[in-house]
């Protein structure tokens, strides 16, 4: 039976210059997850965007990420 327990916490903070009515802003966030049976993970991430101009918009973000293994794929059920 398919029975673990994953709760996970998540944080986020956004930072713009000049108080938010800039054309630039970093989001930064993690997000930690903790298996009952694979562990603890942290998954960070971060963002910027510009807005260089009027209806230009540009975004570039980077992050990692990890899941733990599931029996839930078509695999599982062709080998019983």
Not at 16 to 23: E, F, S
Not at 49 to 77: H, N, Q
Request: glycine share 14%; aromatic share 10%; hydrophobic share 40%.
């Amino acid at each position: 039976a398919y029975a673990f327990a994953a709760p996970a916490l998540f944080a986020q903070h956004t930072w713009t210059p000049g108080g938010g009515a800039g054309r630039f802003g970093v989001t930064s966030s993690a997000r930690l997850d903790a298996h009952s049976r694979y562990g603890a993970a942290l998954s960070p991430r971060v963002s910027a965007v510009a807005r260089p101009g009027a209806g230009l918009t540009a975004r570039a973000s980077a992050g990692a990420g990890t899941y733990a293994p599931t029996p839930f794929v078509e695999e599982a059920e062709e080998v019983g």
